[in-house]
């Protein structure tokens, strides 16, 4: 897969799903475990790309620093409803959805009984899992389902790996990655973004738009371009990458 051509670092921006891409998927979202080497080989990127390299999750701002601290890369969080680019951070306040925080109560209390079901409330979303209670699919997206039909109009699911998150429809981490691309230091470079799920997929469609390079972790029907096995695997190519400066993809024809 390596490409064997150097990259100038004005050539590209990297954008970069957290979970299932840089670290394993865990059963349980607060579970996840960051290898203590991949902060550094970030930082490494992140240098060699003169700032371009961004996280691009669902994952919320506060708790995406936390893993990665004392390092601090910019940032989107939330599908894109909470970003920071440099010093400029903006982010999400869950009391500008008060339906949607009386609705994390009602789904709270219908998962009681129902052991394996998690909600994740993120604050300005909230996600329904059922890895830990595979026969419950069926059950959960109901609950989705409903759930959406209750709030309205100006919220929509965002599926995944066994979970359905209801976000405000502006969500999406197509929206944000185009933001970044109108930004210092992200503006007039070719975008690469490597995710592993169907959140993802919007993001994969933005950077094809702009002849960029999409790259798809793990098995699954996708529109990105390329596609590498494990989140092990990625982390040993962006490692080389930060080593050597040599793009660890084949450039996308007819770029």
Not at 208 to 219: E, F, K, M, T
Request: aromatic share 6%; with cysteine.
């Amino acid at each position: 897969m390596i490409s064997g051509k150097a990259s100038a670092i004005d050539d590209y921006a990297l954008f970069l799903d957290f979970d299932g891409t840089l670290v394993e998927i865990a059963e349980r979202p607060e579970a996840v475990v960051v290898d203590p080497v991949l902060p550094q080989i970030l930082t490494g990127l992140q240098a060699r790309l003169n700032g371009a390299l961004a996280i691009i999750s669902g994952r919320p701002i506060a708790f995406l620093d936390q893993r990665f601290a004392p390092h601090r890369f910019d940032i989107a969080g939330l599908h894109g409803l909470e970003h920071r680019i440099g010093d400029e951070l903006y982010l999400c306040d869950p009391e500008d959805h008060p339906r949607l925080r009386d609705m994390v109560r009602r789904l709270d209390e219908s998962v009681k009984h129902k052991p394996g079901l998690l909600i994740e409330d993120k604050g300005c979303s909230v996600a329904l899992h059922w890895r830990l209670a595979p026969q419950e699919k069926e059950f959960a997206l109901a609950m989705a389902h409903a759930a959406l039909e209750a709030l309205g109009n100006g919220y929509r699911i965002q599926y995944g790996k066994a979970v359905a998150e209801i976000v405000p429809s502006g969500a999406g981490k197509g929206n944000v990655i185009e933001r970044f691309l109108h930004q210092t230091p992200y503006r007039g470079r070719r975008p690469i973004f490597i995710g592993d799920d169907l959140t993802d997929e919007n993001g994969f469609k933005l950077v094809n738009a702009h002849r960029g390079l999409s790259v798809r972790v793990g098995r699954g029907e996708t529109v990105a371009q390329q596609r590498v096995g494990t989140p092990s695997d990625l982390r040993h190519l962006l490692s080389a990458w930060a080593t050597t400066g040599t793009l660890p993809f084949h450039e996308a024809s007819g770029t």
